[in-house]
């Protein structure tokens, strides 16, 4: 088979293969768990979502912007950082 026709044969089951949305796994402590646990610092959770393995989103505190990670088995608060944009 040529190259072409082998990248062409890729390109094609690339494009059918279902897309899937990272989604929270086997014992994941939940979102909403998350969102508690940020609140007893004093962060307001405005977005969360799974993603690459962990659990990732926007908190507002004092008036600041942050990013978050959040490891999804201990809960352990990963990256906590302010967003500069």
């Known amino acids: ?7 062409a044969v890729a390109l ?3 494009a059918s293969a279902p897309a899937f949305a ?3 796994g086997r014992g994941w402590i939940s979102s909403a768990r998350v ?4 609140a007893k610092r004093g962060y307001k959770v405005t977005k969360i979502e ?10 507002m ?8 990670h959040v490891d999804p ?7 906590l950082e302010r967003d500069r944009d």
Do not use: C
Not at 73 to 78: D, L, M, R, S
């Open 61 to 68: 505190h004092r008036g600041g912007k942050y990013e978050f």
């Open 1 to 7: 088979m040529s190259k072409p026709i082998l990248i």
């Open 50 to 59: 799974a993603d690459d393995g962990n659990w990732e989103g926007e908190a």
């Open 35 to 38: 969102t508690t646990m940020l």
């Open 22 to 24: 990272d989604q929270p």
């Open 12 to 14: 094609t089951a690339m």
């Open 73 to 79: 088995k201990n809960g352990k608060v990963t990256k």
